[in-house]
Each structure stands twice: as C-alpha cells, then as structure tokens.
C-alpha cells in the first residue's frame, strides 16, 4: 500500500539523519548548545529580523498551546476559523489551558480581515462585556487545514484589524514550507514576521524527524518563554537533537537556497502533478487548494478501485483528502496518476 | 424609572428576611448544620428521592462550574446549545476549568434529542477520536435563556439519548421555578430528577438573597463534591444563611404549596399580563417563551417611548428582553402595559 | 453548647440585618448600583488612597484564589508561611489554579522579611532558574492562622524586602478586624495599602452575613478584575447586598468610628478577659496572639470538662483553639472563664 | 572540556542510530504503527504481565505530568519526597496541572513506608478533611535524584503502605536503566510492575535520542489515556520514531540481554571506579549512591583544579554531582580519576 494520507509517514530528509549520526560529541543540555543557537541565528537571519527569539518546540501540538499559553491570561480567548487545528484536532489543549476558543465560520478555511474586524467590533459593544471572554489574539494556519493560502494582502489587511483592535497574530506553520514553496504564494518570512505577532517554521511534516521553529516577534511574549516551555514538557533534554536538525534544514543565503525549501518544493511539484490529473478527468474538489493537500471527491466505486493501492485520510464517504510531502516518490506520483485516469 | 431589565433586582421575599433576623443563634460552620440539613431534607422529599444529594452553592456560574468540574476528566467536553449559558455568559468559567463547550445551534435555546444524538454519533465515527475532545455531559437551562420550556415528551427523549451514548445530563435550573410555574409546563421536580444527573433550583432569581440547590443523583458526581466546593470558594463558611433561606422557601406539603412556587407564579402572572397586551398591540415577538421572559420587538419610537420610564435589557436596536420576578409589583405592571398600549 | 471554635457562628450585626430589611428598591445588577460604589468610596476613604480599587467578594478562599489567579502567569508561585491559609485550608485552590504555593517554615506564622529575603535570593541564583517556579508574590495573613500580628516595623521590612526582588505582596485579612482593634496593633489601613499591592477587609468574621473588601493598589492587578471575579463566580448577581452591609460597617469618620472597628474591639474585650484567666491559672499556650484567637494547652481532665459546655476548635488532644468573635455575649465569656478557674 | 555534569550529553547509542537511518518505509502516524506495537509488546514481555498498557511519551517532565493529569480528580494531591523531580526541578508542570505537590521531609531522597503512613494515616483523622487537598497518588523516582535505590523490601513495604490508604503509587524511572543494572539492585522489572500502579522506563537518559516508555498496570489510568497524551502535546505525530528506539533497546530474551541493560551496566562500571577512586583519596561524599551519579564534597582547590578539564554539576560551592552514562568513555573516567588522585 502507498500512503497519500498525510505528510508524516517518513522519518527524515537523509541530510537530516546525516547529521544526527554525526553529532557524536557532548553538547550542553536543555537547547543551551551551540548547535541550537546556531540554528536560531540562521532562522533570525532568514526572517531579516535580528530581534526576534527563536525557540524549538517537539509538535505542532504543543507549540500552539504553550504559545497561546504564553499570550492569554485566564479570561481572554483565541479567535479561529471554525475548521482551525487548535479548535477541532487537538483534543481541547487550549481549553485544557483555560481558554475558550472563539470560532468563526468560514467557507475556505481563513479568516477574512471583515470577519475578524466585525466579530471583534460587536465584542466591544456587549454591554455585558465582562460576562463574555475577551479575544486577544487572532489563530490563523498557513496553509490552512484545507490547504488554502494567505496572499500578502489579505495577511496585510487582517494584521491592520488586530492592531486596530489590540489583539495579538499567530500564524501555524505546520505545513509553512509547502505554502512558501507554493506556485501563488507571494509571502516571504519577512513578511510573515512582519505581519505577526508569532509564527512557526513547521518541522515534522516538512522534512525534520520532528520539531518546530517558532519565531516570536513580539516582547510580551518572549518574556521567560523557556519557564512556560519547561512547564509544559516543551523543554527537551537533548535539545541539540532540534538544532542539528533545523540547522541542516535552514543552511542557506536565501529561503530558496535551503534544503527546508527545495524539499517542500518538491512535495508541490508532486501535488500539482496529481491536481493536473484531476482536473483533467474532471474529479470534483471541495476546494482549490495550491499546496501540498488536495480534497478531490471520488465516485464510490472510483474510490474503491483507488483503495486498493493507495492509502488516504478519509474525510467522509465521497471526500478524501491526499497529501505529498518531502518523501512522495515521482513513482508513486505516477502510479496514483496512472490509475485515477483509469 | 421601573426595572424589567432582570429578575434580579431585589433583594428577598420578606419571608426570607425575616427568618435571617430570626437566625440568631449559633451554628456549626460549612453547612454542616441542622437548618442546612432540614433545608436538604426537604428538598429530598420534594423531589421524591431520598438517595440525592443537596448542596447549597452561592450564584449559578459557581454551580455550573463546580457541578461541571466534579463530572468530566481533563479531555472532556460539554455539549451546550449555542445560546447556553455557560457558552455566553460566564466569561469562559468552563474553559477556565479546562473543558471545551462544544455547542449545537438551536433556534428556540432548548437543544432536541435529534440533534444531540446526531452530534453524539458522528463524534463515535470520528476516526481521529484521540485528537477530538471527549462529549461526557449535555447541558441544558429550563427555562432556557430564551424562556422556554423542556416538555416532559422533550426531556425525556433527551435523557434517553444521554443514557444511550453514555452521557450525562445536567440541567441549569437558574429560574426552573418559573419554569414549573408556568402554564405550559408539565414537568414536576420527580421528573426531572429521573430524567438527569444532577439539576438546580435556582434562589437568586426566584426570591432568595441568593444561592441555589444543587441536586444529585449520580453517585459519581456525588464523590467529595465537598471538597471541590471549598477548592472553588463555593463553601460558605457561614453555610446555615443558605439552609435558613431554603429551608423557607421549600416548606411545604407539595411544591405548590412552597414560597418558592407561589412567588414564582406572581411572576408568571404578571408576564402573562404583558404578553396579552403586548399580542394584542400586534408588537412582534422574537419567540413565544411562556415563562417570565419576553421578547418584544418595539419600534424605535414606541421603545424610546417605554425608556423614559422602565429599563429593559437591551439585546439589539430592536429587541429588548422583559422580564418579571416574585418582586414584580402589579401596579408597575399596570404603568407598563398602559403605556406599551398608548 | 456554648460555642467558642470559631469566629463564623452568627449571622451578622444587628445594624447589617436592619440594613438588609430596608433595602427595599430596585438596584443595578453585579455590583453596579449605587449602594456598592458607595461602599468602596467608604473605604477608598479610611484608605487614604482615592486611587485604589475596591472589590466585594463572597469569602475569603474566593478571595484569596482570585487575587492571586490575577497576578501570577502560569509557571509563577506564591510564596506563604507554611501555616498559611492558602497552603493548608483552601483544599489547594491555588493550586488548581495551576500554581505553586512555596513555603518557607516559621515559628509564628508570621513570614520575616530576612526569611523571604533569603528565599528570594537563593531562587534567584539558582543555575536550574527555568526549571523552578519563578516566586512572584508573597501571601500573608495578618492577623495570621496563629492569631499573631505585624507591626509596623515588621511589615515595613517586608515590603522592602519585596520591592527589591520585585514580587508583590498581598495581605489575607480574613480578621484584619481583630487585627486592628488588638492592643498591640501599631498598623493603619493607609499603613497596610501603602505597603502591600493588595489586602482585604474581611467581613465574613468580622460581622457581616458574608462578604470581604477587595482593596487592590498594584495597578496590573487590577486590570480587567471584574472579568476574573465573573468567571471565578465571584461577582454576585445582586452585588448590592455587599454594598448594604460594608456601607453600614464602615460608615464613619475614622476607622475607630466603623461598626467594624467597634465590633472588633468588643471581640478583643472578650479575648483579653479569657486570656487573663488562662494565664493566671497557668494554663499554658502555645503562643502569645495578642487578638482573638487563643491557643490554650489544656490537661486532658480540663480539656474534658471543659467541652461539657464549650465547643472549642481541637487541633491535637491537646491543643485547642478558642476564638471570640463580635457576637460573643459577655455571660458566656464569664462562663467560660469561671469553668477554666475551676 | 569532558563533561561528567549530566547523563544526556550526546545524541544515542550507535544501534538506535542505525535502526533510525534503516526505517525507511512509511509508517502510520500518532504511535499506530508495527513498529510501536513490537516495541510495546517486547516491554509487555519483560515485564512479564501481558495486561499493561505501554505508551511511549517524549520526555519525564511530560511523563509524569501527563500520568499524573490522568490519575488525579481536581481536589486530589500527588505525595512526593521534598527533593522530588517533580516537587523541584519542573517548574510546577504539576501544578500548572491544578494539583498541589505534598511534600515529606527525607535524608537520602527516598520515601519509606513509615513516614508515608504516618503522612496518610494523619490526613484521614483530619477534621477540616475538606478543606485540605486530598492525597490520592505517591510519587518516587528510582533510582532517586540523589542516586540511592529502593530495594525489594522498602519498595514492598511501601505498596503495602499505599494499598491499605488506597492511594496510588508511581515510580519515575527517568534512570531507571542505572538502577536496574547497579550492584546492590535487587528489583525486577515483574517486581516493579507488580508493586506499582504505573511506572516508566526513561530513554532520554540511557541511551535513545529521546523517549520514555511508560508502563501503567492500574485500569483506571489505562482510561483514554491517548486522549490524555493528545491533549498535552505528548502525542508525537511521527510514533513509529519512538517504536523504532525502543524495539532496538530493549530486543532480547531477558533484561540482562538488553541494550537498554548492557549500556547501563557500563554507566554503573565507571561510576564505581569513579566512587573508588574518591573512597580512597578520602573525599567525602553527600550519601553513598549506587547508581551513575556520585556526590562528592571536593575542597575548594580540588574543584578549581578539577574545573579545568572537567564540567560538573555545581549544587553548592563545595558540593557537586558526577554523572556516567551509556556514552562515557573510559579514558575519559581515566583522566577524571587520574586527576582526583593527583
């Protein structure tokens, strides 16, 4: 069986496992180590931004909880699209932090600027404010969990929105690389810094065995990070084991130059040979997505067929979703292709 | 000016008041006294069950949150309906506690079993089920938020459901005297007290100076509830000022015969007056609630007309919510109806 | 029975009950009428500090876990007496907050300002610094669980001991009455806000039916308090019962003038005349407390006869708590200390 | 500089290594994996109880918080020696969990029977038993953070102890690998399992990249434990990295042929020619431990002198811990011994 279903089924990039067995010699623990901090200043310079603190985390998980922990206090609320990873697959980490996650619905995905800017408005006006938890920060993946992308202006526009309205911005980078290394994603990580508050560079589906960069911009929420990492059990023990990796991956003069980039931007490139696929055979998709996840849905007995060989997430009896990563084989690629046109 | 904005702008019915002058002796500290025993007592018999448990609690968002507490382990959540108190109007006490509310949209506040079992079902198929939180209680308000009633044909479809996916079911009984003083309704405290887990009479809004009756019935949510009272600042050192209360407001031979049911129906009483004459002034309403709510939707100008005069809460430019209580004086019910009539 | 376990066995002060039963009108919701603004203006004043806010909650474990919930972020402790209220008798509301309580030992249940010096600054130099709790207030509670007091001198210390490692420092005054009226007491109110960011002026023993005056200096705590106290189910739907009743105890001109102080001072009077008759019988006590608790050591055969009529508070076989309160009738006091002669 | 400060110091012992760099398939996600079922099946064996349940997690902070959330109700304590891994060296990750860590005084970092039952047998008799957290779980490490060992005997008594207070009891086994493979060790693995209601086998510290194998015997910890793991962040995506490490480390037919045994066993060998060597220059040491970490109190000079070549863990000006582990090189104990002995 060949499985499409998701973008961790591979441990690592071999240049990545590479310079794991190379790492023979003793390093200082807790992230305290050169490698660790050699890693952080390459991430700093490829943001363009020499002040942020860059902190490596194991999951997407707990990256976002200890994150969201660092940002709220008890009353204030994170405010996601209805289909946001934090609001429906993390089995209530937020919550279990103490906070309620505020969702608006949303037809892509994303959270629109209006949305955002009307949701937070008519918050302003209750007049029973203080009896209704109170927003201070924005959660938005990119790419979302249907593959969408921000463009640079509507990320523009929403960070206007949460200035105006003193709220903080968060971006999930789980799948960063892919939508970086997308066709029609006009975002940089300056960018992305820039426009945020937090953000993270995601690792375990982008090529590292695990672990997530997290970058974070502003100071209110750098301030004793590694206390709340600790706490939460986000503080490994070999913490150079994440700097060997991110180090490897994030090498480079520019974005395009690092093996984090090229190898997302292969996973495109095997997605798109798949999307051409199935527009050509007419196979209807819930949803244009230009990354690494396509959302096609098959007739029943096409799906059967197609089960045979390939493994993918189940959605619902009509939708699946596939998904190319780092490790996709232009063969199995081809295989797929081969017996969607069938 | 006249206030009909709440059913909480007096302090107690005299009786009440009285029999706290009358407490002149000494008690034993934290409940554990013979007046907050003779208070328990005689809800027990009320409710036809001598194996509840009665605790007395100080306001509703305390209750909630404490009953709520006692029932789920970390990674469970409750399933309200989306205008459920706990969703709306507790800041976040629940998810402070560590619990999603899970919601279900509901057009008249009350949550129906259909939609409870279908919610309950497609969670069981979910094949990610360790990434989602777990639906361990259903909670519902009677009255709802929106003054409605459970029908006993209602609630009992709902428990029904409840037992058969292995969910408990609590309800938020903050004005349940009105609701078992209104026309429509056909649910006696026995009822109710079959059909859920645990459930509360509301004092603070049905005549007490506050605090209400919390009533058990499943052993697991009767374990140490002491001690997660006291955690929670819900023990009150001076526990017989509850049992004085409630001890007043219950004596009886039947419910009917008790305070508590005779205020409440003044209340009822003095709605059903607004509601004839704000039905035959054809003023729309936003829903036909037969308890001490109403929903009128006034004009701009009659509504300016009425708040030179009565405060009412106001949900929209349009809607404003009525509502009357046990200290609802005739003859500002009177005033009001002359002029929603002018 | 004559009981002398506890200071929570009576209702309140005659002058709050008649102030209850006159409190006839309609008032605002949660603590927004008139009757509660004029309390906190009351103490605003006796305070000398206009710029204070003021806060009336429910009981002291509310309280206590409330304060602290809004001054401490997630990986942050507070630091108390081992005997502290929070650390033994508040079944670990603190905790369940999601902080430490760290302890330091005395002999007194007083904290010295050399002993938390000295804890804060081995915290400080600890190498493993992210991986401990970070200290970020200091509880005390004066009078203390052992019925002992700071002077001016000891607090002053104290305080300075705070502001240099930057911690807060927050005052329990659960009896803060008793504190005030005890002959050796040489702190004002002005004193004791100048010198801590909070403390309370506890009402629950000290007189009222419940209730205790929030006085918050540190103006990050009191950031957005009301939201904390709803969603703790600390803010009372008719808050304006704590306005009627600490309106009526500190009416006056100078504290000496209050109701509080007076009744105080009566429950000083009672707890003098005890501790005379014990120490002219030799009974000895565990420690000197100058207010109205006393810790007698009795033999078993005294001990014994003694509880015949007397309830008392038993904290070993032999070891026991007397603790007077405004209620205490003077006959009853004469009993008592004509049985202890015996 | 060689460090002997800590036993995580470099990346895995070579076999994990190659077994990680040989796992080239794809893998089903989230620990749902052959890989991770062999590993767990290969633990289930040498533990020789078919019924555990074994999960593995990422780190010990994460592990015994994640352990302890699952085990404890809101009210419910964990018992801890002071010196305990989660009492100090956590950053309250229990707390932060909303339980209280309980704390018993000890000298060599062990809990015995005798002050356990004197602690339990204490809070049972307490009448304020509400109003103080309830002791529900007893945590020790093994070997302890001071390097000592339970044997057979103490850790029996202790069960017993436990049992007959109906509490839980939890062994951290962050180096448990070193207690196992020690001298004066006479626990198994069977013994361990069947005297314990959960304990761990640390990886991080002997000998894998990362990972813990957490082994719960007790039904009511077994509960939706992966709900638990999930919600905390303890979930990692890519499992089948944790089944690869510890199906390599623990192959064979017995402990003693495993790996995870045999590197131990060679941490122990040169901390005994450490521990001799120390003897018999006469340096004293804080308390005679076992296993791989040794205390020994050098002479101010001594230490400068000792600095220059080697990293320590420094617990005092005079007091240092030694660490060995699986990847200690024995000229490197060598020239530590040589260096004691000039």
Redesign the interface.
């Known amino acids: 069986m ?2 499409f279903n ?1 973008d ?4 690592a990039v071999p240049e990545v ?1 590479e310079a ?2 190379n ?8 992230g305290e180590d050169e490698m660790t901090n050699d890693a952080a200043r390459i991430i700093r310079r490829l943001t363009g931004d020499e002040s942020v603190a860059v902190h490596f985390l ?6 976002n ?2 994150l969201i ?1 660092a940002a709220l ?3 204030q ?1 994170v405010v996601a699209a209805e289909t946001g990873h934090i609001n ?6 937020v ?7 505020t969702v608006i619905q949303t037809e892509n995905g994303k959270l629109s600027a209006e949305a955002v800017d009307e949701f937070l408005t008519a918050n302003e006006k209750d ?2 404010i ?5 927003p201070a920060m924005v959660y938005i993946s990119n790419p979302t969990e249907m593959g969408t992308l921000y463009s640079l202006k509507e990320l523009t526009a929403l960070a206007e929105v949460c200035r105006r309205h003193e709220v903080m911005l968060y971006m999930d980078g789980a799948r960063l690389g892919y939508g970086l290394a997308a066709d029609e994603n006009d975002l940089t990580l300056s960018d992305i810094n820039r426009l945020t508050d937090a953000f993270y560079l995601g690792g ?2 982008c090529g590292t ?2 672990g997530e960069a997290l970058v974070i911009k502003n100071p209110m929420l750098k301030r ?1 990070f ?3 990492m ?9 913490g ?2 994440l700097g060997v990796q991110f180090e490897t991956m994030f090498r480079g003069d520019s974005m395009e130059d690092t093996l984090y980039f090229r190898y997302a931007r292969h996973a495109i490139g095997e997605a798109n040979k798949i999307r051409e696929a199935l527009k050509s055979e007419g196979v209807p998709m819930l949803i244009d997505s230009p990354t690494n996840q396509l959302f096609p849905m098959f007739t029943d007995e096409k799906l059967r067929n197609l089960q045979e060989q390939f493994v993918f997430d ?1 959605w619902s009896p009509t939708l699946v979703r596939i998904a190319t990563d780092w ?1 996709t084989r232009s063969e199995d690629t081809e295989k797929l292709i081969k017996t969607i046109r069938k």
Chains 1, 2, 3, 4 share one sequence.
Do not use: M
């Open positions: 060949i499985q998701c961790y089924t591979r441990s496992l794991l067995c790492a023979k010699s003793q390093y200082a623990g807790y194991l999951g997407g998980t707990q990256t909880s200890t922990a206090r008890s009353y609320s429906v697959h993390e089995t209530g980490a919550e279990a932090l103490g906070h309620k996650v007049p029973n203080e009896h209704v938890v109170q375990t589906k065995l695990f004793d590694r206390y709340i600790k706490q939460r059990g986000a503080l490994l023990a070999k150079f084991l189940i490790s």
